[in-house]
């Protein structure tokens, strides 16, 4: 039994359960890679569907992490930008990328990671 009892946090409950929900995180680490478009989202994420997607950029809109901007073109464009707040979440994700590569096994892999030093977990550009 651990000693540590520490008062509970609100706000980084909140924090937690932000990033946290189901492919958020990958959501969030498209749009530092520079992701704007739904289509560029969806496509660098294997296996989330379009309502998932949809809905999770919904709430990170009104949560104020990203912001949707209608462009008047035929048909009518939608980007998504991350605003400070979502920007200034860059190195946490980038943390999360490191310790994931560090400590989780590799998709097919038994066991954990090797714990050897981090490989980097930098949040290269999109292509």
Do not use: N
């Not at 039994?1 to 498209?30: K, N, Q, T």
């Not at 992701?35 to 989202?41: E, G, L, M, P």
Request: net charge negative; with cysteine.
């Amino acid at each position: 039994m651990s000693s540590y009892e520490p008062d509970f946090c609100p706000r980084y409950h909140l924090a937690v359960e932000m990033i946290g929900r189901r492919w958020a995180g990958v959501i969030l680490r498209e749009l530092l890679r520079g992701a704007t478009h739904f289509r560029q989202i969806s496509d660098a994420i294997p296996d989330i569907t379009d309502k998932l997607l949809s809905d999770r950029l919904k709430r990170f809109e009104q949560e104020g992490v990203v912001e949707r901007h209608v462009l008047p073109t035929t048909p009518v464009t939608i980007e998504y930008r991350l605003t400070a707040k979502g920007r200034a979440l860059e190195e946490v994700v980038r943390e999360i990328s490191t310790w994931a590569e560090s400590w989780l096994p590799a998709e097919g892999e038994g066991g954990e990671a090797d714990g050897a030093a981090p490989s980097g977990g930098e949040i290269e550009p999109a292509a």
